[in-house]
């Protein structure tokens, strides 16, 4: 007596496991804001990496979890407005909250603290309601003055406020992104 044996062929929609994360963009919280919605100058990425570059100068989201993140242009986009005070980009984690202004300068950190602290004040209605506010300023360099000055010193105490911090590089800085 002969025996057939039938082989079933695996293919690959057989090992896909179903997406069983947050969607992207979310319905609710801070990413889901009317303002940012089917608009040109924001992405929803789940990226491994998020970088934001101008000039020479990048910083660069390391999103290991491949969450949902919210990826603003600020200047020229969403807030395109003629007056300068306006940070670059805005970045925020949609599963938690937490939103980072990003600043791409030169040399004068002063300055650049005062577009983020202007670019929170107008983006208020979207960002109040934040876990955690953070600032990023990636510089060509950084003079020592500067980092003292009474924006940086307003801008550091208003992260601290919101549970953030503010960080200023040079050239390029990537950092991870976290719980």
């Known amino acids: 007596m002969k025996s057939t044996i039938r082989l079933h062929l695996l293919n690959r929609d057989d090992f896909i496991m179903p997406d069983i994360r947050h969607p992207c963009p979310p319905a609710s919280g801070l990413c889901a804001h009317p303002r940012l919605q089917g608009k040109p100058y924001v992405e929803f990425l789940r990226d491994r990496l998020i970088p934001v570059e101008e000039k020479a100068k990048k910083y660069t989201l390391d999103n290991t979890e491949e969450e949902c993140i919210a990826k603003i242009k600020v200047d020229k986009g969403l807030l395109n407005t003629a007056s300068g005070k306006k940070a670059d980009y805005l970045?925020?984690?949609?599963?938690?909250?937490?939103?980072y202004f990003v600043e791409l300068k030169g040399c004068d950190v002063a300055k650049a603290c005062e577009q983020i602290l202007s670019t929170i004040d107008l983006l208020q209605n979207i960002v109040g309601s934040a876990q955690?506010?953070?600032?990023?300023?990636?510089c060509s360099r950084v003079s020592t003055p500067d980092i003292r000055s009474s924006p940086y010193i307003r801008l550091e105490k208003h992260c601290k406020t919101k549970n953030g911090t503010l960080l200023v590089r040079t050239r390029q800085y990537s950092e991870p992104c976290n719980g």
């Open 132 to 138: 955690s506010i953070n600032a990023r300023i990636v």
């Open 91 to 99: 970045l925020i984690r949609c599963e938690h909250d937490i939103a």
